[in-house]
């Protein structure tokens, strides 16, 4: 009975390591692995496996630092598990400019394909570095650059220069600390000229740089500057409003401090300090002619000393 029972028991057992090995062995393990890497974006790429069933992938790294000092041990790549698709983005797990080892497989049901490993490792110093895409414009009598945002790892060499006068090239070196800042400022430029510009990527991890962009152009016409002019003069008004209102008001109140209803001497009124202290006066005692007189005081004042006195007469 005993023998019978340890007979069925190892039938069984047999039957379910070779079911699991044959399991093992019908999924077979995803083939040509590639890795794609473009301005240090990395993707791992692989051919799909061809069989029945909702096959899915995961995929594992191992840098230089836990193959020697982890004792091997493999990182589950996050955003790369028991997905789909026959790729993934394993940007998130090279952080350094090392050797990285990759490795994916096949998941279908309880069954799981051997490791399939990327041969050579990868080294994101391989990484291709395209050139970005360059918009100029100019606003105002100031020319702005857009350029392709590429992420913190670099920056960008931007050259520009008056078209006819490509001896004179100037440089700006741009870092886009954020994904938020896209137009950089390179310069000042003059109506109705053209203007053109180029620009290079730079990988600081790498110290590398991309292949310099197509030339961009842009023409600065005739009426440039001046409506942005008309704009600045207008914004900086609405700006002084408040600021010319406090001031007023801090005159009224002034004026009950340091200007008694009285008569001020003569003497005084020679004086400059004198003659504004006087306006002050007047300004605080009514809105409509602080306003006159101001307007006369800036007036008289461009014609001379002489009218200076009238002037004071008048007040
Ligand atoms: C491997 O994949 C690449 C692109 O992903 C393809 O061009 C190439 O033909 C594939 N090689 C094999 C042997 O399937
Ligand atoms: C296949 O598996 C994926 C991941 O588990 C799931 O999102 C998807 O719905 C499945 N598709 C089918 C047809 O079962
Ligand atoms: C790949 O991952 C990196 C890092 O998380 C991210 O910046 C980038 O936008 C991703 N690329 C795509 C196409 O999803
Ligand atoms: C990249 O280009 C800039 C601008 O031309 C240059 O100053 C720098 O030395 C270059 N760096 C490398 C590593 O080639």
């Keep these: 009975m005993g023998m019978l029972r340890g007979y069925v028991v190892q039938v069984i057992l047999i039957a379910w390591i070779s079911g699991s090995l044959a399991d093992q062995i019908l999924l077979p393990a995803p083939e040509n692995i590639s890795m794609v890497s473009i301005n240090m974006k990395h993707f791992l790429h692989w051919d799909p496996v061809m ?32 997905i789909s698709a026959h790729q993934c983005n394993v940007t998130d797990e090279v952080f350094a400019s090392v050797m990285y080892k990759f490795q994916v497989r096949a998941i279908l049901g309880n069954q ?52 006819g006068k490509e001896d004179d090239i100037f440089q700006r070196r741009v870092i886009k600390p954020s994904t938020s800042f896209t137009s950089t400022f390179l310069g000042e430029v003059k109506q109705g000229k053209e203007y053109c510009a180029e ?72 004086l400059y300090v004198g003659e504004r202290m006087l306006k002050n006066c007047d300004s605080g005692k009514d809105n409509t002619e602080e306003i006159y007189s101001v307007e006369l005081h800036e007036h008289i004042l461009s014609w001379g000393n002489s009218s200076h006195v009238a002037k004071l007469q008048r007040l």
């Design 51 to 82: 069989v029945a069933g909702n096959v899915t992938y995961s995929v594992q790294s191992q840098g230089e630092f836990e193959s020697q000092y982890m004792n091997h041990t493999w990182h589950k790549a996050s955003n790369c598990q028991k």
């Design 112 to 163: 799981q394909s051997a490791w399939a490993e990327l041969e050579p490792p990868f080294n994101r110093k391989t990484t291709i570095l395209t050139p970005p895409k360059l918009n100029l414009q100019v606003s105002g009598l100031n020319l702005v650059a857009q350029i392709e945002d590429y992420g913190s790892h670099f920056q960008f060499y931007v050259f520009y220069w008056q078209k």
């Design 199 to 270: 620009v290079i990527a730079h990988a600081r991890p790498i110290n590398r740089n991309s292949s310099s962009s197509d030339t961009v152009c842009v023409q600065v016409d005739e009426q440039s500057g001046l409506f942005t002019g008309l704009l600045c003069v207008f914004g900086v008004v609405l700006a002084l409003a408040p600021m010319v209102f406090a001031c007023w008001k801090a005159t009224t109140v002034m004026q009950y401090i340091c200007c008694p209803n009285e008569e001020i001497p003569d003497a005084l009124k020679e």
